[in-house]
């Protein structure tokens, strides 16, 4: 397929408090973009303010197991003793409409999404620095010492591996972060492998694809 004629797939990735989630539902208020979020499936159980089907669907263990067995899933993860996925069919129906989707996923499954659509973009959000970050899983509130202790060694993990992505958007300040992100999502559509062929349909130019 040529990449401009599907939508962008925009995966948001990072280690775990690093505020990827805050950072998305900034980028979604922001005005003057259609983005579209990918709600993703998981089996930890919900956070008191969380709404099924907004912030996560929420399904069993064993739902969970059946559809990585249909490969109903883009990607998916086992994160801090949960499943969490990207189910594949809403993500294709929306890229073949020629939508942007964001994907905002832990690091293992961004990687696996690397490979399976490596035209996608890959942005890792990183923390102002370490200290910052282990503030921010110890005031979150809504986890146990020992899940905190498991998420700290699962980004110590994770730092080294920004080099994998396509841009690297530091989240010094959120409303910062969140402008940096919706700017590379528009000079990605401006990359002449997108954008040629719609200039080229324009200008009437015939290009061998190896010319
Ligand atoms: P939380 O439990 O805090 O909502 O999410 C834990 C981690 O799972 C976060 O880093 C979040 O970005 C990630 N996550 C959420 N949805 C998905 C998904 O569909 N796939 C993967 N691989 N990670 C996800």
């Known amino acids: ?4 004629e599907s939508g962008l797939l925009i995966v948001i990735s990072g280690p775990s408090g690093v505020g990827k ?18 709600v993703s499936m998981t089996t930890r159980p919900p956070r008191s303010y969380e709404v099924e089907a907004e912030d996560y669907y ?4 064993s739902e969970f197991k059946r559809r990585i067995e249909a490969d109903a899933f883009l990607e998916w993860a086992e994160f801090v003793g949960h499943y969490y996925g990207t189910p594949l069919d809403k993500v294709q129906e929306k890229l073949a409409m ?17 490979k399976r659509m490596p035209e996608a973009v890959f942005i890792f959000i990183a923390p102002p620095n370490k200290d910052a ?10 986890e146990t010492a020992d899940t905190i202790e498991r998420r700290v060694v699962k980004a110590e993990r994770e730092f080294p591996l920004a080099h994998k992505y396509d841009y690297i958007v530091v989240n010094d ?22 954008a040629i062929y719609k200039y080229n349909a324009l200008m009437g130019i015939h290009q061998d694809e190896d010319e």
């Open 58 to 61: 929420f399904v069993s263990e």
């Open 98 to 114: 020629g939508k942007e989707v964001v994907l905002e996923i832990e690091v293992e499954g961004a990687l696996q999404v690397r």
């Open 133 to 142: 970050l282990y503030r921010r899983l110890q005031r979150r509130g809504t």
């Open 173 to 194: 300040e959120v409303m910062n972060a969140a402008d940096r992100v919706l700017a590379i999502i528009r000079a990605e559509h401006a990359k002449t492998e997108r």
């Open 21 to 38: 989630g805050t950072v998305r539902k900034a980028l979604f208020e922001l005005e003057g973009h259609d983005l579209e979020y990918s």
């Open 1 to 4: 397929m040529k990449l401009n």
